[in-house]
C-alpha cells in the first residue's frame, strides 16, 4: 500500500483484523490512561515513517508481526495525540508483546464497543468507538 495518502497525525496505530472480520483490541498495563482496551498506538520514532511506527507499535503492544491492508477514514483526536489507523492483518502467530500490554483479545466489532466504553477517559473511548465505527463502515462498503 505505497500509494495511499496518509493524512498528518502526532500518532499512528493500527487495526488488526482477522478472516472472520474480528478486531484486535489490547489490555494496557496498569489501564494506562484510563484504558481498559484499545488499539495499539504511538508516536513515530526518528526516521520512521507512519507506516513503519503503526507496525513498530502493534508488534510491541500485541506481539503481532502485520501487514498493512488499507487506511481507517480520518484523523482521531485523543487526550495527547491525534492518531491516524491502518487497517492491518495480522502475518503469523502472535509472538511475546511488551510490557505496556496485559493482555489482547479478538472480538467481534459489535463486541468491541461495551469493552472499549470501559475507558474512563471520556475523550479516548470517544475515539476509540469512533474508530470502531469508522471500521465498520468501510467492512460495510466492501460488502
Keep these: 500500500m505505497t500509494d495511499m495518502q496518509v493524512p498528518h497525525a502526532s500518532a499512528y496505530g493500527g487495526c488488526l483484523i482477522d478472516a472472520d472480520g474480528r478486531v484486535l483490541l489490547r489490555e ?31 508488534l510491541e503492544e500485541t506481539g503481532y508481526t502485520a501487514r498493512i491492508t488499507g487506511l481507517v477514514p480520518g484523523v482521531f483526536k485523543g487526550d495527547t495525540t491525534s492518531t491516524v489507523f491502518f487497517l492491518m492483518a495480522a502475518v503469523g502467530e502472535q509472538g511475546a508483546f511488551g510490557w505496556e500490554t496485559n493482555q489482547t483479545q479478538w472480538v467481534s466489532l459489535e463486541d468491541a464497543k461495551p469493552l472499549i466504553a470501559q475507558t474512563t477517559s471520556l475523550t479516548g473511548r470517544t475515539r476509540d468507538i469512533a474508530v470502531v465505527e469508522a471500521i465498520q463502515q468501510v467492512m460495510s462498503d466492501l460488502g
Design 28 to 58: 494496557p498495563a496498569n489501564h494506562f490512561g484510563g484504558y481498559v482496551w484499545t488499539f495499539p498506538k504511538g508516536r513515530v520514532d526518528p526516521g520512521e515513517t507512519p507506516q513503519q511506527a503503526a507496525l513498530r507499535e502493534v
